[in-house]
Protein backbone atom coordinates (compact mmCIF):
# COMPACT_ATOMS: atom_id res chain seq x y z
CA UNK A 1 0.00 0.00 0.00
CA UNK A 2 1.77 3.18 -1.32
CA UNK A 3 -0.37 5.51 0.97
CA UNK A 4 -1.60 8.97 -0.70
CA UNK A 5 0.68 9.71 -3.39
CA UNK A 6 0.78 13.02 -4.73
CA UNK A 7 2.16 14.60 -7.51
CA UNK A 8 3.37 16.79 -8.73
CA UNK A 9 5.75 17.42 -5.07
CA UNK A 10 6.62 20.53 -6.85
CA UNK A 11 5.22 22.73 -9.07
CA UNK A 12 6.34 26.32 -10.71
CA UNK A 13 3.64 28.40 -12.96
CA UNK A 14 3.79 31.75 -14.08
CA UNK A 15 1.14 34.27 -13.52
CA UNK A 16 -1.97 33.19 -15.60
CA UNK A 17 -1.40 30.03 -16.44
CA UNK A 18 -3.50 26.89 -15.12
CA UNK A 19 -2.17 24.69 -11.89
CA UNK A 20 -3.27 20.65 -11.58
CA UNK A 21 -2.56 18.91 -8.89
CA UNK A 22 -3.45 15.47 -8.56
CA UNK A 23 -4.03 12.94 -5.89
CA UNK A 24 -4.20 9.03 -5.43
CA UNK A 25 -5.71 8.00 -2.21
CA UNK A 26 -5.08 5.25 -0.42
CA UNK A 27 -6.62 1.53 -1.31
CA UNK A 28 -9.80 1.24 -0.65
CA UNK A 29 -10.36 4.72 0.48
CA UNK A 30 -13.48 6.45 -1.22
CA UNK A 31 -12.83 10.03 0.33
CA UNK A 32 -10.27 12.84 -0.45
CA UNK A 33 -9.87 16.03 1.49
CA UNK A 34 -8.15 18.85 -0.10
CA UNK A 35 -5.65 21.35 2.07
CA UNK A 36 -4.11 24.59 1.49
CA UNK A 37 -0.84 25.56 3.69
CA UNK A 38 0.37 28.71 3.02
CA UNK A 39 3.70 29.43 4.55
CA UNK A 40 3.97 29.83 8.24
CA UNK A 41 0.29 29.07 8.76
CA UNK A 42 -2.10 26.33 9.71
CA UNK A 43 -3.82 23.63 7.24
CA UNK A 44 -7.00 24.90 5.83
CA UNK A 45 -9.79 23.22 4.31
CA UNK A 46 -10.52 23.39 0.84
CA UNK A 47 -13.14 20.56 -0.31
CA UNK A 48 -14.07 17.22 0.60
CA UNK A 49 -15.09 14.72 -2.01
CA UNK A 50 -16.69 11.23 -2.41
CA UNK A 51 -16.19 9.24 -5.66
CA UNK A 52 -18.02 11.65 -8.16
CA UNK A 53 -19.38 13.97 -5.96
CA UNK A 54 -18.23 17.03 -4.07
CA UNK A 55 -19.48 16.62 -0.95
CA UNK A 56 -18.48 19.90 0.93
CA UNK A 57 -16.60 22.84 -1.09
CA UNK A 58 -16.97 25.31 1.78
CA UNK A 59 -13.23 26.44 1.57
CA UNK A 60 -12.68 26.47 -1.98
CA UNK A 61 -12.50 30.08 -3.43
CA UNK A 62 -15.70 30.80 -5.37
CA UNK A 63 -13.65 31.64 -8.53
CA UNK A 64 -10.59 30.08 -10.55
CA UNK A 65 -10.61 26.63 -8.25
CA UNK A 66 -12.07 23.47 -9.15
CA UNK A 67 -12.09 19.94 -7.81
CA UNK A 68 -13.09 16.49 -8.61
CA UNK A 69 -12.66 12.64 -8.45
CA UNK A 70 -13.59 10.92 -11.01
CA UNK A 71 -15.03 7.22 -10.41
CA UNK A 72 -12.08 6.06 -11.82
CA UNK A 73 -8.42 7.98 -11.34
CA UNK A 74 -6.68 10.42 -9.49
CA UNK A 75 -8.79 13.59 -7.80
CA UNK A 76 -7.39 16.63 -9.21
CA UNK A 77 -7.52 20.29 -7.84
CA UNK A 78 -7.51 22.66 -10.92
CA UNK A 79 -6.23 25.97 -10.63
CA UNK A 80 -6.75 28.58 -13.58
CA UNK A 81 -5.42 31.97 -13.90
CA UNK A 82 -2.93 31.26 -10.84
CA UNK A 83 -1.79 34.30 -9.16
CA UNK A 84 1.16 34.74 -6.36
CA UNK A 85 -1.26 34.42 -3.93
CA UNK A 86 -1.81 30.94 -4.41
CA UNK A 87 1.43 29.93 -4.02
CA UNK A 88 1.29 27.37 -1.30
CA UNK A 89 1.53 23.51 -0.62
CA UNK A 90 -1.62 21.73 -1.43
CA UNK A 91 -2.02 18.50 1.36
CA UNK A 92 -4.42 15.99 0.11
CA UNK A 93 -6.27 13.52 2.61
CA UNK A 94 -8.40 10.97 1.79
CA UNK A 95 -10.34 8.39 4.34
CA UNK A 96 -12.11 5.15 3.74
CA UNK A 97 -16.39 5.64 4.23
CA UNK A 98 -16.70 3.38 7.43
CA UNK A 99 -14.16 5.70 9.80
CA UNK A 100 -13.02 9.01 10.24
CA UNK A 101 -8.83 8.24 9.33
CA UNK A 102 -7.55 10.80 7.59
CA UNK A 103 -4.08 9.82 5.86
CA UNK A 104 -2.18 12.47 4.51
CA UNK A 105 -0.10 13.10 1.57
CA UNK A 106 3.50 14.77 1.22
CA UNK A 107 1.71 17.63 -0.55
CA UNK A 108 2.08 19.61 -3.49
CA UNK A 109 4.37 22.79 -3.49
CA UNK A 110 2.68 25.49 -6.23
CA UNK A 111 5.41 28.15 -6.56
CA UNK A 112 3.82 31.08 -9.13
CA UNK A 113 5.97 32.80 -10.55
CA UNK B 1 -18.93 28.58 13.83
CA UNK B 2 -16.35 25.77 14.86
CA UNK B 3 -12.88 26.88 15.96
CA UNK B 4 -9.97 24.85 17.01
CA UNK B 5 -7.42 27.14 18.89
CA UNK B 6 -4.15 25.76 19.83
CA UNK B 7 -1.19 27.04 22.54
CA UNK B 8 1.37 28.11 22.62
CA UNK B 9 2.09 29.47 18.67
CA UNK B 10 5.26 28.22 19.42
CA UNK B 11 7.48 26.81 22.04
CA UNK B 12 11.35 26.42 22.49
CA UNK B 13 12.80 22.94 24.85
CA UNK B 14 16.02 21.65 25.40
CA UNK B 15 16.18 17.60 24.87
CA UNK B 16 15.36 15.35 27.36
CA UNK B 17 12.82 18.24 28.30
CA UNK B 18 8.99 17.28 28.47
CA UNK B 19 6.47 19.73 27.46
CA UNK B 20 2.60 20.07 27.02
CA UNK B 21 0.50 21.57 23.92
CA UNK B 22 -2.98 22.72 24.64
CA UNK B 23 -5.96 22.38 22.38
CA UNK B 24 -9.03 24.19 23.47
CA UNK B 25 -12.55 23.80 20.56
CA UNK B 26 -15.96 25.01 20.43
CA UNK B 27 -16.74 22.43 17.48
CA UNK B 28 -20.07 20.68 17.92
CA UNK B 29 -21.13 17.99 17.95
CA UNK B 30 -18.41 16.67 18.46
CA UNK B 31 -17.23 13.21 17.08
CA UNK B 32 -13.73 12.63 17.63
CA UNK B 33 -10.34 14.91 18.11
CA UNK B 34 -6.94 13.33 16.97
CA UNK B 35 -3.05 15.03 17.60
CA UNK B 36 -1.02 15.25 14.16
CA UNK B 37 2.80 15.63 13.77
CA UNK B 38 3.80 17.71 10.49
CA UNK B 39 7.67 17.46 10.09
CA UNK B 40 8.69 20.47 7.71
CA UNK B 41 7.57 19.62 4.32
CA UNK B 42 5.89 16.65 5.06
CA UNK B 43 2.03 16.10 5.43
CA UNK B 44 0.86 15.40 8.75
CA UNK B 45 0.99 11.86 10.44
CA UNK B 46 -1.24 11.08 13.09
CA UNK B 47 -0.49 10.73 16.54
CA UNK B 48 -3.48 10.16 18.42
CA UNK B 49 -7.40 10.21 17.88
CA UNK B 50 -9.66 10.57 20.75
CA UNK B 51 -13.82 9.69 21.21
CA UNK B 52 -16.38 11.04 23.61
CA UNK B 53 -15.68 8.99 26.21
CA UNK B 54 -11.85 8.68 26.20
CA UNK B 55 -10.00 10.81 28.75
CA UNK B 56 -6.58 9.63 28.07
CA UNK B 57 -4.29 8.16 25.43
CA UNK B 58 -0.71 7.14 25.15
CA UNK B 59 1.53 6.79 22.31
CA UNK B 60 4.98 6.16 23.17
CA UNK B 61 6.53 9.42 24.74
CA UNK B 62 3.31 11.29 23.30
CA UNK B 63 -0.02 11.25 26.04
CA UNK B 64 -3.18 13.19 24.65
CA UNK B 65 -6.10 13.97 27.63
CA UNK B 66 -9.57 15.40 26.91
CA UNK B 67 -12.23 16.95 28.72
CA UNK B 68 -15.12 16.58 26.70
CA UNK B 69 -16.78 18.91 29.48
CA UNK B 70 -14.54 22.09 29.11
CA UNK B 71 -13.72 21.44 25.45
CA UNK B 72 -10.04 21.36 26.03
CA UNK B 73 -7.19 18.79 24.90
CA UNK B 74 -3.57 18.40 25.49
CA UNK B 75 -0.22 16.96 23.78
CA UNK B 76 2.31 16.02 26.55
CA UNK B 77 5.54 14.97 25.63
CA UNK B 78 7.89 13.50 27.52
CA UNK B 79 11.84 13.43 27.75
CA UNK B 80 11.94 15.07 24.09
CA UNK B 81 14.48 14.41 21.57
CA UNK B 82 15.72 16.24 18.64
CA UNK B 83 13.30 14.44 16.12
CA UNK B 84 10.52 16.07 17.90
CA UNK B 85 11.12 19.08 16.51
CA UNK B 86 7.65 19.41 14.23
CA UNK B 87 4.15 21.44 14.18
CA UNK B 88 1.59 19.75 15.85
CA UNK B 89 -1.87 20.37 15.03
CA UNK B 90 -5.41 19.54 16.94
CA UNK B 91 -7.82 18.24 14.84
CA UNK B 92 -11.52 18.17 15.94
CA UNK B 93 -13.94 16.22 13.77
CA UNK B 94 -17.56 16.52 13.81
CA UNK B 95 -20.41 14.15 12.30
CA UNK B 96 -22.83 15.65 9.86
CA UNK B 97 -25.23 13.50 7.55
CA UNK B 98 -22.77 10.73 7.83
CA UNK B 99 -19.43 12.13 6.39
CA UNK B 100 -16.55 13.31 9.03
CA UNK B 101 -15.93 17.35 8.56
CA UNK B 102 -12.62 17.89 10.39
CA UNK B 103 -11.52 21.29 11.66
CA UNK B 104 -7.64 22.10 12.32
CA UNK B 105 -6.07 24.48 14.48
CA UNK B 106 -3.09 26.32 13.40
CA UNK B 107 -0.85 24.26 15.06
CA UNK B 108 2.38 24.84 17.81
CA UNK B 109 5.77 25.02 16.09
CA UNK B 110 7.76 23.02 18.80
CA UNK B 111 11.78 23.18 18.65
CA UNK B 112 13.82 21.13 20.40
CA UNK B 113 17.73 22.31 21.01
CA UNK B 114 20.55 20.13 21.68
Known amino acids: NAGVMQNPRHLVRRRGQEARLRCSPM?????VYWYRQLPEEGLKFMVYLQKENIIDESGMPKERFSAEFPKEGPSILRIQQVVRGDSAAYFC???????????FGAGSRLTVL | KNQVEQSPQSLIILEGKNCTLQ??????????LRWYKQDTGRGPVSLTI?????NTKSNGRYTATLDADTKQSSLHITASQLSDSASYICVVSVTSGGSYIPTFGRGTSLIVHP
Open chain 1, 27 to 31: KGHSH
Open chain 2, 50 to 54: MTFSE
Open chain 2, 23 to 32: CNYTVSPFSN
Open chain 1, 93 to 103: ASSPSWANVLT
